[in-house]
């Protein structure tokens, strides 16, 4: 009796990993270049994603699943875009990017002079030691853009996005958590967000508890620091893929107490609310806070 028992638990086991097994599945994300493991490339469907290589490369597909014909689109900030049928993918198992070509650099190169950087992020008011401010998490349905002055009134090259956290590093093994950034012009009429410098959206994402994120621009194309200044775009994913991927919380980034001259400013708008248009956010009116992003630019003796 006892050794039926033992084989009904042992088949139950066997059948339960097997069926696992089946709805799970794994490919790679190469580099064409060594064949090295990609990580962090996200994976979209119909501009919605679905999934992200991890830190050995592989995408786990596992409720999830695309259909045949469906067309994935992988995304990643140093590799040049592709798209693929599911079912080739199915085929080949494994996924290879090229890397894009590093372009500021080529431009430095081609005029023989070296490079200055410096970094631009909101001139902090004397009371913000005061304010004892975790990160703000960052909310569903709503892009942020952060107006980035150019006080020179000089043209410069964008070398680096920065997004700070105030949130203290934690030990383990923190998410990655995705979400999407670009550059925008600034309306000199109007002085709001105007148009998107890259295409497409810049495919990025950090740690929980990561207090920088540097988003190196130097495989994009190249990009100016106007005279008039410029706008750091953030947004989200949907919150139906950060639900079923088991976030328990959205990506979060610092705020400073901005000073009152600063003419670093904050907009925000919520597409899911049918509002067409860009309005500041009353706090940053108000000369209260601003979310703690910035850029780092190079300027070329």
Request: glycine share 2%; with cysteine; hydrophobic share 35%.
């Amino acid at each position: 009796m006892f050794k039926i028992l033992k084989i009904k638990v042992i088949l139950f086991f066997a059948f339960t990993l097997n069926c696992f097994c089946q709805s799970k599945v794994v490919y790679k994300v190469l580099s064409a270049k060594d064949s090295t493991s990609i990580e962090y490339a996200h994976i979209l469907l119909n501009e919605k994603i679905l999934a992200y290589s991890n830190q050995k490369g592989e995408i786990i597909f596992d409720e999830n699943i695309p259909e045949d014909n469906d067309v994935l689109k992988l995304s990643h900030l140093t590799y040049s875009q592709i798209t693929i049928r599911y079912e080739d993918l199915k085929r080949t198992k494994n996924i290879y990017l090229n890397e894009k070509i590093n372009s500021l650099d080529e431009v430095i190169l081609k005029t023989g002079k070296r490079k200055k950087t410096n970094r631009l992020l909101p001139e902090r008011s004397v009371l913000d030691p005061l304010y004892d401010r975790k990160d703000v998490t960052f909310p569903n349905s709503l892009e942020i853009a952060v107006y980035i002055p150019n006080y020179k009134k000089k043209e410069y090259f964008i070398n680096k996005i920065i997004l700070n956290s105030k949130n203290k590093a934690q030990k383990g093994d923190n998410k990655y958590i995705p979400f999407k950034v670009n550059l925008m012009t600034i309306d000199t009429t109007t002085h709001l967000p105007d148009k998107k410098i890259f295409k497409e959206d810049l495919s990025v994402g950090k740690l929980e508890n990561q207090k920088l994120v540097e988003i190196d621009l130097k495989n994009q194309e190249e990009v100016i620091f106007p005279k008039e200044g410029i706008c750091i775009f953030v947004s989200l994913y949907s919150e139906e893929f950060y639900l079923q991927s088991g976030f328990d919380k959205r990506p979060s980034f610092g705020v400073v107490q901005i000073k009152e001259r600063s003419q670093f400013r904050e907009y925000k708008k919520h597409y899911l609310a049918n509002e067409n248009s860009w309005i500041e956010a009353g706090y940053s009116q108000r000369r209260e806070q601003c979310f703690d992003f910035g850029i780092e630019i190079i300027s070329i003796d």
